[in-house]
């Protein structure tokens, strides 16, 4: 039995799964700027902030751009992925997600959002779960992305528990990494071949339970 006070969950491939509509607006604007993008190139994009993501893809497309045109293009990817969380319904929440953060919260244990991304609080709103989370930090609050434990550490700190105490749920290496490196336990949300490092690892929130939360 350990002595788990927190969860803190990753959004994006945790809670729900953006990564069509990041990928949708990434294609669009590699197709306007003339090349091509694909899905398996998004792979490499989740949890990555929208600035690195941007500057990856100018690189797979061969382009150099000045910080002021970075930006334009930024604000235009992220004005089109805007236009598409907008239409977010609850139907979205991945399966068992709300219920273990309902559970969580039932036993007594603390939530926090940590998410790389600076929209996370208008998809929580559109899924309708906002509620759910004691603390929300998001890509607004931080300047150091993940492998950095920046998120998940400011998130402990305003839950008021040790990150000792801690344990973060995540899709992506780099999250997991930023867990164990910030002192706290991680469970890996994906497959172990990926997420090895974490401390358990289940396919989905739906094979959570807070009897295997205490075991780990
Ligand atoms: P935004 P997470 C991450 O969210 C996404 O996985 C990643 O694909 C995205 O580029 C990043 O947020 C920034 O998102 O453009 O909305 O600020 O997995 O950390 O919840
Ligand atoms: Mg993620």
């Known amino acids: 039995m350990n002595n788990i ?13 953006t990564a069509v509509y990041h990928y949708k607006a990434w294609k669009r604007l590699a197709n306007e700027l003339g090349f091509d993008f694909t899905e398996h190139d998004n792979e490499k994009l989740k949890g990555v902030s929208r600035m690195a993501s941007l500057d990856l893809i100018l690189q797979w497309g061969g382009l150099t751009k000045t910080d002021a045109e970075k930006q334009e293009l930024a604000d235009k990817k992220n004005a089109w992925y805007v236009d598409m969380i907008n239409h977010m319904t609850p139907a979205e929440i991945l399966p068992g ?3 273990f953060v309902e559970a ?3 036993a ?41 434990p920046e998120v998940f550490l400011k998130g402990a700190e305003e839950l008021n528990i040790p990150p000792a105490n801690c344990v973060v749920f995540e899709d992506a290496i780099a999250g997991v990494e930023a867990a164990i490196a910030g002192g706290m336990k991680a469970i890996g949300i994906g497959s172990p071949d990926v997420l090895g490092e974490a401390n358990l690892v289940v396919k989905g929130l739906n094979e959570m339970t807070i009897e295997k939360l205490k075991k780990i």
């Open 5 to 17: 006070k927190a969860c803190i969950f990753d959004l994006d491939g945790v809670i729900v799964d």
């Open 97 to 99: 997600a709300k219920e």
């Open 104 to 106: 969580c919260k039932s």
């Open 108 to 148: 007594g244990i603390k939530t926090a959002l940590g998410s790389a991304s600076k929209n996370a609080g208008t998809i929580l709103e559109k899924v309708g779960i906002d509620h759910l989370f004691d603390v929300v930090i998001d890509g607004n609050q931080v300047s150091k992305p993940k492998p950095d």
